[in-house]
């Protein structure tokens, strides 16, 4: 079992950068892959981004790619979503999740754990 808990959302103003971040805890978080994955409201969840096991392999979303950044610690347990360049369209609620194996698939099935969810809000 693995428990994720997001945190860092909030309000911003376009173009400015936002640093979210998930803590795991619970079975060995080096074992896992680790998504971000966001939900905007009266949409359906979206990938945004996913980091392999020792973060060798990362995988973004075209609507992400060179603004976002994927990272994680696995000394501290938490996979970070660092996010620049910030639109009105990044509204959503974004969630971190685990599968025991990584994919560049962007598709949320096969992942085991899932997190709360933390909410960003851009404003224009």
């Known amino acids: 079992q693995v428990q994720l808990v997001e945190s860092g959302g909030g309000l911003v103003q376009a173009g400015d950068s936002l640093r979210l971040s998930c803590a795991a805890s619970g079975r060995a978080f080096s074992t896992y892959a680790m998504a971000w994955f966001r939900q905007a409201p009266g949409k359906e969840r979206e990938f945004v981004s996913v980091?392999?096991?020792?973060?060798?392999?990362?995988h973004y979303a075209d609507s992400v790619k060179g603004r976002f950044t994927i990272s994680r610690d696995n000394a501290k347990n938490t996979v970070d979503l660092q996010m620049n360049s910030l639109t009105p369209e990044d509204t959503a609620d974004y969630y971190c999740a685990a599968r025991s194996i990584y994919t560049n698939s962007e598709s949320a099935k096969g992942y085991e754990y899932w997190g709360q969810g933390t909410s960003v809000t851009v404003s224009s």
């Open positions: 980091i392999s096991r020792e973060g060798v392999s990362i």
